[in-house]
Each structure stands twice: as structure tokens, then as C-alpha cells.
């Protein structure tokens, strides 16, 4: 092919590249939740989807304890992202992400955390909660829970968040997950059954 072709047919590409970038919608979301030394190498989200619908169904369990609060809080926000996202999902309902996507406007309206904030950004902010209260330092929880993150953020928060209400709404996502994932598992265990 002659060299003076090759310039030619980048012209041609090269918008269809970028049209294909366009369309593509950008990065998908990701979020990570903190390893926990405790639970050796549990795989983070099943323990989250348990934990989750052990707690939210239960909220006389959060009362007072406060790194729990923030532990399931952080837990419902992983959830949100991975359950929609993470390709090891696809086989659940969509019943249970859509679930969780319409129950984060009720734990972010009641600890007063902004639509618009970034997932990762609260669960980084509550694990510093959890982390400062294992240390029992009030302050550095209190901190933690900065403006723009949450609003008014601070110890009105904190007081919120060792304080939760019942979030029926994210206590119903979290159980329909636990299901979810057990009928997975159980149906991935039929089928090596029938092999």
C-alpha cells in the first residue's frame, strides 16, 4: 500500500473512533469496600449482602452502635454500584439492584447525604467513621462526616447515624438480595450436580 494512503484512511477511523468513545457512556462505575482482617478471604460483597440483610430488617440492632450504622450504610452503597454493575451479577433479578437504586434516596435523605455524592466518597468517609470509633475518638468521627459528603455533616450527623430510623425500603433491597444470591448459588450448585 502506498504511503501516501495511509494519512487517507486515518481521516477515515479516526472520527469513528472517537464516535465509538462517545457512545460508549463512559468508565462504569466501581466501588470498593474495606478489607476486614476478620473475615480472612471472604469475598466482601456476599458478606455485605449478608450483613446488609441482617441489619436494615433489624434496625433496633443499629441503635447506638454507630461503626454497624456505618458499616451497613457503606454496605448499601457497594451494593447499589456492584449489584448493576459487576458482571458477576448478571444472573441476579434486576429486581434487587433496581431495589437498592431506589432505596439510596432513603439512608442518604436520613443521614442528609447529597444525591449527587460520589459512592466511594461516602464509603471512604464512613469507614473513617468506623475507624475512629473503634479508636474511640468522637472527634475524628465527627470529621469524617465533612460537608460537601454530607450535610450538615459533623456530630449532627454522627448523631444521625448512631441514631438511624428504619429504612424499610433498604431493609426490603437487602433481604430480596440475600435471596437473590442464595437462589444463584443454589441453582450454580444444581448445575455442577448435573454435570
Known amino acids: ?27 462504569v462505575p466501581y466501588t470498593t469496600l474495606p478489607v476486614d482482617p476478620a473475615l480472612g478471604f471472604a469475598d466482601p460483597t456476599r458478606q455485605a449482602i449478608i450483613h446488609a440483610a441482617y441489619v436494615f ?22 451494593l447499589t454500584v456492584e449489584l448493576r454493575h459487576g458482571a458477576r451479577w448478571i444472573e441476579m433479578s434486576p429486581l434487587a439492584s433496581m431495589a437498592f437504586e431506589q432505596a439510596r434516596p432513603e439512608w442518604r435523605g436520613a443521614l442528609g447525604i447529597p444525591a449527587e455524592a460520589a459512592p466511594q466518597a461516602v464509603i471512604d468517609a464512613l469507614t473513617r467513621v468506623r475507624n475512629a470509633v473503634a479508636a474511640n475518638d ?39 438480595t440475600l435471596q437473590e444470591m442464595w437462589r444463584m448459588q443454589r441453582q450454580n450448585s444444581r448445575s455442577l450436580l448435573v454435570r
Open 1 to 27: 500500500m502506498p504511503r501516501d494512503m495511509m494519512p487517507r484512511r486515518w481521516t477515515l477511523v479516526l472520527p469513528l473512533l472517537a464516535l465509538a468513545g462517545a457512545c460508549s457512556g463512559g468508565p
Open 57 to 78: 430488617p433489624r434496625p433496633a440492632s443499629l441503635q447506638g452502635r454507630t461503626a454497624e450504622a456505618a458499616q451497613g450504610i457503606s454496605e448499601a452503597e457497594h
Open 138 to 176: 468522637q472527634a475524628a468521627a465527627a470529621s469524617a462526616l465533612a460537608p460537601p459528603v454530607f450535610v450538615p455533616g459533623g456530630t449532627e450527623t454522627l448523631d444521625r447515624l448512631t441514631n438511624l430510623p428504619p429504612l424499610p425500603r433498604t431493609a426490603w433491597a437487602a433481604s430480596l
